[in-house]
């Protein structure tokens, strides 16, 4: 039985000492008697029970597993950016089965009705023709499509899923903060969340008797399939790219269904059926999981002054050919369209009372919503269509920037319909951790809700985000989630495993069916900025142990130097003494994201391309990059270089770059996306092994030649195979073998040039020759083995325009050619589209004479 | 009257174009003055993929693909239409403008509701107060409809200059306002800026003007050109075209393509294109008359 707090003095009692959740507000741990509630005894005392160090090790493990999966806001936002950070608390909100019952059964009617409202607006309009609706709710609302309107074959149904952002009501019943009709954000973090959160619980979780969530995306993933016009059918989550805040739940969840992840470019129309650029040439598209907003999907179709979309995309849908979940133009319903109107159309068209309150909303299309406005403080504006996702910009209030009221007057007499005055509700408590105790922090939620053949099913949890604040309008923006568990009632079995069963064998055949043109450009790209930047690291690694083993800077400044200037060309430093130079190399090397093969700036390169090639990285290769980019101690130190050598650091990281390596090496199936990382890698070893061995066999001012062959030699990583060929000092026709010519050093020029050929040779190609640039590299490849070491070098001896620097030279040129066809072979699918309807406006003529 | 309309658009690339989607609105769609009795559509190189359709507005389209490699592209439309009377409603006599705004908050017949679809701004019309201002100078409380209107179109072509070098596509309404300079297609989205800004159901017409060569000369081929105007729907009449950079009442020498909310809605031709480089583009109308109806 329940005790009060007072009295407590078991293993809770420490916990929930001083917890005082403010006055007038719902709490969920303690009931109006300031008992706690029974829903949370058991998990409380199971907590209590871990003791601290079992919470520290709880919460240890769950930051550990969500940093791992990346998950953020805006993914390639600064790690150490408190905005673009997720926070997630270790303490869930725990609801009891009858809690969430009431809640369900809004989310359910209000999914209906909006399913009603869209097919009316889209079909007959007799909402409007009955004036039930006002036009200007939806011809002046830039969300409606008109170009999807009046379809001779309409979509079976609009939403596909549909999600609600909801805050509880003091008395325990819910209230609508705002409808993501249009395509609904956020169950990827959730379940990303929920991942972390129940890996770290462990026991904790799995005594709980928890609702699991998987048995919801398994029915989306099997509703996407049955959704399909055809049976062999492919599904792409149409996203809007890396730069949306939405991005990391987006990719999440299209990982967790094993769908094709794709933007906007990597789709294309012909013929009225969308179809996929892939490495081999366009695969038909048959159903779309829409994370774009609608009003932006079609340059072409839908008339925009923006760029972006699919040219084609509203042919495909109007035809029947691809189904889109959900159907172009729900955003017409999205935010507050519905508030003001929510309790007649509940009537109207379901003949129901409205089960869920609406958060206190004015449309301000209405003459006297406009004066209220103007009259009673409290009110805030906002657009009416808006689309609020965690992480997105802040919501604007155009009136208090209005001179006065006769300003705001106008403004809303012509442009009011557009807007929405929102007065704030006040929100519950729930415990949040903080320091081992237990905290009130204010909370509302988004929940979700998908729909197929069977009808309507809730998600059971919630993305539960934390306010700073005791009320809020719509959903509380970057202050930290939670997660929310949904106890199964007595006797309830846990989610089928059926679905668990069926998904998995879709998940398996689906795995590496099609590589995006842009895919396969990102994983070139990031096979040439991890061996860029593991270059630079080597080097880098060579400077900074001569620094420490050889007694600092002042000893061989020239080879230092020289070193430095491979990877800085014209950047590097030129004031100041050699010694004040070097320490200014390593601080641009090592911490400036400006120089162009500087460790910062191809470690943003590696986290670009790791992003947009996520979906075939493995998991591990993916953690490997990213915990190299979390990595803080490359950001600037502050402190002396010179003083402090950062090796340790540099070490760190050559182990991440060859940890990656190993993992692509060990890990991926030997398929294209693999080949497209390996040429990358390839081309760009090839390069750099170019620039050191020709600035390191030459002569070198005040550098002896052993010296410089040696440094050669640690960053080519074959001082070792070296030595035990050789047992003298290094010289150049040895080195140069070894690093040049011997094919079975997997360092060598031409082991780079062998493997990049055969790569070259096994890509999908038209006609029976050889491509350009297989070409290239095998005439490349060709000429090294018909050379010989001792000619090589002899001739370097009598001065310019030796052997080996003339080849140096062809083979620059014709390895970035190689590197510029691969492009134009294998991207040119990824290439984006221009408008012409810049091309020709209508200037018209004055008619002259009568 | 009878008008053949001749219409042809080149383009050429610097570099070859892959693929390219183009959205057409070049068949004369009929109206209560208008009837098409003739129509033909040449397309070089001919296109993979050609669907003729109707718009969200009604008005004729064809979807094309060119999906083989191309560096030029020649679209010609020609048409004949027959233009029929019209019988304009005297100008004092139609109903305080305030009528025509109110359906914006309810439609009460099919036509309200259709005319409601186009009492809003629009990506290429935005309303400021600048511009509701200048509307509001002919628009007194109580005025009829189209006495105000007529006195608003004849503001604009006095007070505004034609002058095709001072704007481009991209160029927003309230600069065309401030500079007071642009071409037809800005007056036309103006002339809708003032009008929706007061609530009035306005379309923008796509079309063609006949033009009269200077006396003495000849007509010179290809010389007559694309142009733009508006439509304003008066209530318990219908809609009645204005043309602000003629100061006219379109009668019986323009020509409609299409309408819609703007420029956007129904461009005569609307191309998405990969690849390609640098384009050139020319344009060549004849609007001949053949004979009076």
């Given at each position: 039985?329940?005790?009060?707090?007072?009295?407590?003095?078991?293993?809770?009692?420490?916990?929930?000492?001083?917890?005082?959740?403010?006055?007038?507000?719902?709490?969920?741990?303690?009931?109006?008697?300031?008992?706690?509630?029974?829903?949370?005894?058991?998990?409380?005392?199971?907590?209590?029970?871990?003791?601290?160090?079992?919470?520290?090790?709880?919460?240890?493990?769950?930051?550990?597993?969500?940093?791992?999966?990346?998950?953020?806001?805006?993914?390639?936002?600064?790690?150490?950016?408190?905005?673009?950070?997720?926070?997630?608390?270790?303490?869930?909100?725990?609801?009891?089965?009858?809690?969430?019952?009431?809640?369900?059964?809004?989310?359910?009617?209000?999914?209906?009705?909006?399913?009603?409202?869209?097919?009316?607006?889209?079909?007959?309009?007799?909402?409007?023709?009955?004036?039930?609706?006002?036009?200007?709710?939806?011809?002046?609302?830039?969300?409606?499509?008109?170009?999807?309107?009046?379809?001779?074959?309409?979509?079976?149904?609009?939403?596909?899923?549909?999600?609600?952002?909801?805050?509880?009501?003091?008395?325990?019943?819910?209230?609508?903060?705002?409808?993501?009709?249009?395509?609904?954000?956020?169950?990827?973090?959730?379940?990303?969340?929920?991942?972390?959160?129940?890996?770290?619980?462990?026991?904790?979780?799995?005594?709980?008797?928890?609702?699991?969530?998987?048995?919801?995306?398994?029915?989306?993933?099997?509703?996407?399939?049955?959704?399909?016009?055809?049976?062999?059918?492919?599904?792409?989550?149409?996203?809007?790219?890396?730069?949306?805040?939405?991005?990391?739940?987006?990719?999440?969840?299209?990982?967790?269904?094993?769908?094709?992840?794709?933007?906007?470019?990597?789709?294309?129309?012909?013929?009225?059926?969308?179809?996929?650029?892939?490495?081999?040439?366009?695969?038909?598209?048959?159903?779309?999981?829409?994370?774009?907003?609608?009003?932006?999907?079609?340059?072409?179709?839908?008339?925009?002054?923006?760029?972006?979309?699919?040219?084609?995309?509203?042919?495909?849908?109007?035809?029947?050919?691809?189904?889109?979940?959900?159907?172009?133009?729900?955003?017409?319903?999205?935010?507050?369209?519905?508030?003001?109107?929510?309790?007649?159309?509940?009537?109207?068209?379901?003949?129901?009372?409205?089960?869920?309150?609406?958060?206190?909303?004015?449309?301000?299309?209405?003459s006297?919503?406009?004066?209220?406005?103007?009259?009673?403080?409290?009110?805030?504006?906002?657009?009416?269509?808006?689309?609020?996702?965690?992480?997105?910009?802040?919501?604007?209030?155009?009136?208090?920037?209005l001179p006065d009221?006769d300003a705001r007057r106008r403004f809303l007499a012509r442009d009011g319909?557009?807007?929405?005055?929102?007065?704030?509700?006040?929100?519950?408590?729930?415990?949040?951790?903080?320091?081992?105790?237990?905290?009130?922090?204010?909370?509302?939620?988004?929940?979700?809700?998908?729909?197929?053949?069977?009808?309507?099913?809730?998600?059971?949890?919630?993305?539960?985000?934390?306010?700073?604040?005791?009320?809020?309008?719509?959903?509380?923006?970057?202050?930290?989630?939670?997660?929310?568990?949904?106890?199964?009632?007595?006797?309830?079995?846990?989610?089928?495993?059926?679905?668990?069963?069926?998904?998995?064998?879709?998940?398996?055949?689906?795995?590496?069916?099609?590589?995006?043109?842009?895919?396969?450009?990102?994983?070139?790209?990031?096979?040439?900025?991890?061996?860029?930047?593991?270059?630079?690291?080597?080097?880098?690694?060579?400077?900074?142990?001569?620094?420490?083993?050889?007694?600092?800077?002042?000893?061989?400044?020239?080879?230092?130097?020289?070193?430095?200037?491979?990877?800085?060309?014209?950047?590097?430093?030129?004031?100041?003494?050699?010694?004040?130079?070097?320490?200014?190399?390593?601080?641009?090397?090592?911490?400036?994201?400006?120089?162009?093969?500087?460790?910062?700036?191809?470690?943003?390169?590696?986290?670009?391309?790791?992003?947009?090639?996520?979906?075939?990285?493995?998991?591990?290769?993916?953690?490997?990059?990213?915990?190299?980019?979390?990595?803080?101690?490359?950001?600037?130190?502050?402190?002396?270089?010179?003083?402090?050598?950062?090796?340790?650091?540099?070490?760190?990281?050559?182990?991440?770059?060859?940890?990656?390596?190993?993992?692509?090496?060990?890990?991926?199936?030997?398929?294209?996306?693999?080949?497209?990382?390996?040429?990358?890698?390839?081309?760009?070893?090839?390069?750099?092994?170019?620039?050191?061995?020709?600035?390191?066999?030459?002569?070198?001012?005040?550098?002896?030649?052993?010296?410089?062959?040696?440094?050669?030699?640690?960053?080519?990583?074959?001082?070792?195979?070296?030595?035990?060929?050789?047992?003298?000092?290094?010289?150049?026709?040895?080195?140069?073998?070894?690093?040049?010519?011997?094919?079975?050093?997997?360092?060598?020029?031409?082991?780079?040039?062998?493997?990049?050929?055969?790569?070259?040779?096994?890509?999908?190609?038209?006609?029976?020759?050889?491509?350009?640039?297989?070409?290239?590299?095998?005439?490349?490849?060709?000429?090294?083995?018909?050379?010989?070491?001792?000619?090589?070098?002899?001739?370097?001896?009598?001065?310019?325009?030796?052997?080996?620097?003339?080849?140096?030279?062809?083979?620059?040129?014709?390895?970035?050619?190689?590197?510029?066809?691969?492009?134009?072979?294998?991207?040119?699918?990824?290439?984006?589209?221009?408008?012409?309807?810049?091309?020709?406006?209508?200037?018209?003529?004055?008619?002259?004479?009568? | 009257?009878?008008?053949?309309?001749?219409?042809?658009?080149?383009?050429?690339?610097?570099?070859?174009?892959?693929?390219?989607?183009?959205?057409?609105?070049?068949?004369?769609?009929?109206?209560?003055?208008?009837?098409?009795?003739?129509?033909?559509?040449?397309?070089?190189?001919?296109?993979?993929?050609?669907?003729?359709?109707?718009?969200?507005?009604?008005?004729?389209?064809?979807?094309?693909?060119?999906?083989?490699?191309?560096?030029?592209?020649?679209?010609?439309?020609?048409?004949?239409?027959?233009?029929?009377?019209?019988?304009?409603?005297?100008?004092?006599?139609t109903p305080a403008w305030e009528e025509a705004a109110a359906?914006r908050?309810?439609?009460?017949?099919?036509?309200?509701?259709?005319?409601?679809?186009?009492a809003?701004a629009?990506?290429?019309v935005d309303l400021d107060d600048a511009i509701e201002a200048y509307a509001r100078q002919s628009f007194v409380v109580g005025r009829p409809i189209l006495d105000a209107a007529i006195e608003l179109n004849s503001r604009i072509?006095r007070e505004f200059?034609?002058?095709?070098?001072?704007?481009?596509?991209?160029?927003?309404v309230a600069?065309?306002f401030e500079?007071?300079?642009?071409?037809?297609?800005?007056?036309?989205?103006l002339m809708l800026g003032c009008l929706r800004s007061l609530g009035l159901p306005a379309?923008?017409?796509?079309?063609?003007?006949?033009?009269?060569?200077?006396?003495?000369?000849?007509?010179?081929?290809?010389?007559?050109?694309?142009?733009?105007?508006v439509?304003l729907?008066?209530?318990?009449?219908?809609?009645?075209?204005l043309?602000p950079?003629?100061?006219?009442?379109?009668?019986?020498?323009?020509?409609?393509?299409?309408?819609?909310?703007?420029?956007?809605?129904?461009?005569?031709?609307?191309?998405?294109?990969?690849?390609?480089?640098?384009?050139?583009?020319?344009?060549?109308?004849?609007?001949?008359?053949?004979?009076?109806?």
């Amino acid at each position: 039985m329940a005790l009060t707090l007072s009295a407590r003095t078991d293993t809770i009692g420490a916990l929930v000492a001083g917890y005082r959740p403010p006055d007038g507000h719902r709490d969920e741990l303690l009931g109006p008697d300031g008992e706690i509630r029974r829903t949370w005894q058991p998990f409380l005392e199971r907590f209590g029970a871990i003791g601290a160090d079992g919470r520290e090790a709880v919460a240890r493990t769950t930051a550990q597993k969500l940093q791992e999966s990346g998950i953020a806001f805006n993914v390639h936002a600064d790690p150490d950016d408190r905005k673009a950070a997720w926070r997630l608390d270790l303490l869930p909100v725990i609801l009891a089965a009858d809690e969430w019952q009431g809640l369900e059964r809004g989310l359910v009617q209000r999914a209906r009705l909006i399913e009603a409202v869209l097919g009316d607006l889209y079909g007959g309009q007799r909402l409007l023709r009955s004036g039930v609706l006002p036009p200007s709710l939806v011809f002046g609302n830039p969300e409606f499509l008109h170009g999807c309107a009046g379809w001779s074959r309409p979509p079976g149904r609009f939403l596909f899923h549909f999600a609600c952002d909801v805050a509880r009501d003091p008395d325990g019943g819910w209230r609508v903060l705002a409808d993501q009709a249009d395509a609904p954000a956020g169950n990827g973090w959730l379940l990303a969340s929920r991942v972390a959160l129940s890996q770290g619980m462990g026991e904790l979780y799995l005594e709980s008797g928890v609702r699991r969530v998987a048995g919801y995306y398994a029915r989306m993933q099997a509703a996407l399939q049955a959704a399909a016009p055809v049976d062999e059918s492919r599904i792409v989550t149409l996203s809007p790219g890396a730069r949306d805040p939405g991005f990391f739940s987006h990719a999440y969840l299209a990982r967790y269904l094993g769908l094709a992840l794709a933007e906007a470019a990597d789709l294309t129309e012909r013929d009225g059926q969308l179809y996929l650029k892939t490495l081999e040439g366009l695969q038909r598209v048959d159903v779309v999981l829409r994370k774009i907003g609608g009003r932006f999907a079609d340059p072409l179709n839908l008339s925009t002054r923006h760029d972006g979309g699919t040219p084609g995309l509203v042919q495909a849908a109007r035809l029947g050919r691809t189904f889109f979940a959900n159907a172009l133009g729900s955003g017409v319903l999205q935010n507050r369209v519905l508030a003001a109107f929510s309790t007649d159309l509940a009537e109207t068209l379901l003949g129901e009372s409205l089960l869920l309150r609406e958060a206190p909303a004015l449309w301000l299309g209405d003459s006297l919503a406009q004066e209220r406005v103007l009259q009673e403080p409290g009110w805030v504006t906002s657009r009416l269509a808006a689309r609020h996702d965690p992480g997105s910009s802040d919501r604007h209030d155009p009136l208090p920037a209005l001179p006065d009221d006769d300003a705001r007057r106008r403004f809303l007499a012509r442009d009011g319909h557009g807007w929405v005055a929102e007065r704030p509700s006040l929100l519950p408590t729930t415990p949040g951790y903080r320091e081992d105790r237990l905290a009130p922090v204010h909370w509302a939620m988004r929940a979700f809700v998908c729909v197929d053949e069977a009808g309507y099913h809730v998600l059971p949890g919630g993305l539960v985000r934390q306010s700073p604040t005791a009320e809020t309008i719509g959903l509380p923006n970057g202050f930290g989630s939670k997660d929310l568990w949904v106890l199964r009632e007595p006797g309830e079995v846990p989610a089928p495993s059926l679905f668990t069963r069926r998904f998995a064998q879709v998940h398996l055949r689906r795995t590496g069916r099609d590589l995006l043109s842009r895919t396969a450009e990102a994983l070139f790209w990031l096979g040439r900025n991890v061996e860029r930047a593991e270059a630079v690291m080597r080097t880098l690694r060579a400077v900074l142990t001569r620094l420490i083993d050889d007694g600092g800077p002042d000893r061989q400044p020239e080879l230092l130097e020289a070193l430095l200037a491979m990877h800085l060309g014209e950047e590097r430093p030129l004031d100041g003494s050699a010694r004040m130079r070097i320490a200014a190399g390593l601080e641009l090397l090592l911490h400036d994201p400006e120089p162009m093969f500087g460790v910062r700036r191809s470690m943003d390169g590696i986290r670009h391309n790791a992003t947009t090639a996520r979906a075939v990285l493995s998991q591990d290769g993916w953690r490997v990059l990213n915990a190299l980019h979390a990595d803080r101690r490359w950001r600037p130190a502050g402190r002396g270089i010179l003083a402090a050598p950062p090796i340790d650091m540099v070490n760190d990281g050559i182990r991440q770059l060859v940890a990656f390596a190993g993992t692509a090496a060990e890990n991926m199936t030997r398929n294209y996306s693999w080949r497209f990382l390996d040429m990358g890698r390839r081309l760009e070893r090839a390069l750099q092994l170019i620039d050191v061995i020709d600035a390191l066999t030459g002569t070198l001012d005040g550098v002896d030649e052993g010296v410089a062959l040696t440094a050669l030699l640690e960053i080519g990583d074959s001082y070792m195979t070296y030595r035990s060929r050789y047992a003298v000092t290094p010289m150049a026709t040895p080195v140069v073998d070894l690093l040049a010519l011997d094919e079975t050093n997997p360092r060598s020029l031409a082991y780079q040039l062998l493997t990049l050929e055969g790569h070259l040779a096994s890509l999908p190609s038209e006609g029976p020759y050889r491509s350009a640039e297989q070409r290239r590299v095998l005439a490349l490849l060709t000429e090294l083995q018909l050379a010989d070491a001792d000619q090589l070098t002899a001739d370097r001896e009598e001065g310019t325009g030796s052997v080996l620097a003339g080849f140096f030279a062809r083979a620059r040129v014709d390895l970035r050619e190689a590197a510029d066809l691969i492009g134009r072979g294998y991207f040119v699918l990824a290439e984006t589209p221009t408008s012409t309807l810049a091309m020709r406006r209508v200037e018209g003529v004055g008619m002259v004479g009568p | 009257m009878i008008f053949d309309v001749r219409h042809r658009t080149d383009y050429s690339y610097s570099q070859l174009v892959s693929i390219s989607h183009h959205l057409l609105h070049l068949e004369p769609r009929d109206t209560p003055h208008q009837r098409l009795e003739r129509f033909e559509l040449s397309i070089e190189p001919s296109p993979g993929f050609d669907d003729r359709d109707l718009d969200a507005f009604g008005n004729p389209t064809r979807t094309i693909t060119l999906d083989q490699n191309h560096d030029e592209l020649i679209i010609e439309a020609r048409s004949r239409v027959r233009l029929a009377e019209r019988e304009l409603p005297s100008p004092l006599e139609t109903p305080a403008w305030e009528e025509a705004a109110a359906v914006r908050l309810a439609a009460t017949d099919d036509d309200a509701l259709e005319a409601s679809r186009y009492a809003f701004a629009s990506p290429f019309v935005d309303l400021d107060d600048a511009i509701e201002a200048y509307a509001r100078q002919s628009f007194v409380v109580g005025r009829p409809i189209l006495d105000a209107a007529i006195e608003l179109n004849s503001r604009i072509f006095r007070e505004f200059t034609f002058d095709a070098k001072a704007t481009s596509l991209a160029t927003p309404v309230a600069e065309v306002f401030e500079t007071r300079r642009g071409v037809c297609q800005d007056f036309s989205h103006l002339m809708l800026g003032c009008l929706r800004s007061l609530g009035l159901p306005a379309r923008y017409q796509s079309g063609y003007i006949m033009t009269h060569p200077p006396a003495g000369q000849e007509r010179l081929i290809g010389a007559d050109a694309s142009h733009a105007w508006v439509a304003l729907w008066v209530p318990h009449y219908g809609w009645v075209e204005l043309d602000p950079t003629n100061d006219c009442l379109p009668m019986r020498e323009h020509v409609t393509l299409a309408w819609g909310r703007d420029y956007g809605d129904v461009s005569p031709i609307c191309g998405i294109v990969y690849g390609g480089g640098a384009h050139d583009l020319t344009v060549a109308v004849d609007v001949l008359p053949l004979a009076a109806a």
